[in-house]
């Protein structure tokens, strides 16, 4: 964007969120995960949720050799992919291949509100691959279910996830470092509900719709000679003007 409009003209990027629709239920969740593991054949393993389509950038590939090199430290564990798409084959290829085929659990395509049910019954919940501009929308959804989000370190990630208080990074690319991200979750689960807990109330406060919404507005509505607060509350910004752009993060399923 700073590219097509130059240095002179306000720039400010907002990430992407979730809606107070999607998070109410969250709170009335009752028995119904701990219901689900059972149906899934998952009962009480450590459980990793990945949410998506089953697309190449995805790149699961890496997720299948991390999860090898997981179970090395933490043999039961389970991966839960929930999602379908093209890459399919390639995935139950990959999985037989790699020895995985009692650990990785393929619940299909499930409707977007009951999303939130599959994320909050597992431990940690996966964004295996990203790029330097996409503002993955499952990682508001992870942190919303309150359940550890395990990422890798990208601008648009770090921007949001602070690493050990709401999430959990790794190096991009790099399986046994993924391994180890989902290892220091599963293996502390005090820390890693404190993780879940802090990552809800941040997505609460600053990154739901409405939250985008009224910092849009505040953006572009204020006059030139009274600078705003940012909605978020941790700094002072002055009203963008009529020459203003205004930059929504890309997501993908």
Do not use: C
């Not at 097509?4 to 969120?17: A, E, F, R, S």
Request: net charge neutral; hydrophobic share 45%; glycine share 10%.
């Amino acid at each position: 964007v700073r590219a097509l409009v130059g240095d002179d003209v306000p720039v400010v990027t907002i990430p992407n969120g979730v809606s107070r629709a999607w998070l109410e239920p969250m709170d009335n969740l009752g028995a119904e995960p701990d219901r689900l593991r059972t149906q899934l054949g998952l009962g009480t393993r450590p459980t990793v949720v990945f949410v998506g389509g089953l697309v190449h950038w995805h790149d699961f590939g890496l997720l299948l050799e991390a999860m090898v090199w997981l179970r090395a430290s933490v043999p039961d564990a389970a991966l839960l992919i929930v999602g379908d798409g093209p890459h399919r084959a390639f995935i139950e290829r990959e999985r037989t291949r790699r020895g995985l085929d009692q650990a990785v659990v393929f619940a299909g395509r499930v409707p977007h509100a009951e999303i939130g049910t599959y994320v909050a019954l597992a431990d940690a919940a996966v964004i295996p691959a990203s790029n330097a501009y996409r503002s993955p929308i499952k990682l508001f959804e992870y942190m919303a279910a309150g359940t550890p989000a395990v990422a890798p370190r990208l601008p648009p990630i770090t921007a949001v996830v602070e690493d050990g208080r709401t999430g959990v990074l790794f190096e991009p690319g790099n399986a046994r470092a993924l391994a180890g991200a989902l290892a220091r979750v599963l293996g502390d689960r005090p820390q890693a509900s404190a993780i879940g807990r802090a990552a809800r109330s941040q997505v609460l406060r600053h990154y739901t719709w409405d939250h985008h919404a009224r910092r849009i507005l505040a953006l572009v509505a204020g006059s030139a000679s009274a600078p705003i607060t940012d909605t978020d509350g941790d700094r002072a910004q002055a009203p963008l003007g009529a020459n203003a752009t205004v930059a929504g993060d890309v997501g993908a399923a």
